[in-house]
Nanobody, 121 residues
Framework: HVQLVESGGGSVQAGGSLNVSCVAS????????IGWFRQGPGNEREGVASIYAGGGRPHYADSVKGRFTISLDNATNTVYLQLNTLKPEDTATYYC???????????????WGQGTQVTVS
């Protein structure tokens, strides 16, 4: 049974930084992908970044390339998303999700966390 527990987020002024993390349990070693998605007020859910435990390059949405960095600690099954140079339009609830394919397509993710709020003013 896969479970995802997010932490981090919060409020920051534009230009600032935040870090969110996601601990995955019940995943098969080296055969899972963790993605970060976000949904802002009145917006559809958007893929932000993903990383595959089995290797390969992470995927990033164009809107966050160069500002956000995703990383994985294989020892603890923890995925970190560093959010730098934040903009007001980054304000959203951020969700981590687990799947088995290296992808940033939400349809490829079967398990979802509860979400953590990021607010940029």
């Amino acid at each position: 049974h896969v479970q995802l527990v997010e932490s981090g987020g919060g409020s920051v002024q534009a230009g600032g930084s935040l870090n969110v993390s996601c601990v995955a349990s019940g995943v098969t070693r080296d055969q899972y992908c963790i993605g970060w998605f976000r949904q802002g007020p009145g917006n559809e859910r958007e893929g932000v970044a993903s990383i595959y435990a089995g290797g390969g390059r992470p995927h990033y949405a164009d809107s966050v390339k160069g500002r956000f960095t995703i990383s994985l600690d294989n020892a603890t099954n923890t995925v970190y998303l560093q959010l730098n140079t934040l903009k007001p339009e980054d304000t959203a609830t951020y969700y981590c999700a687990a799947g088995t394919l290296p992808s940033l397509n939400s349809a490829h993710f079967d398990y979802w966390g509860q979400g953590t709020q990021v607010t940029v003013s």
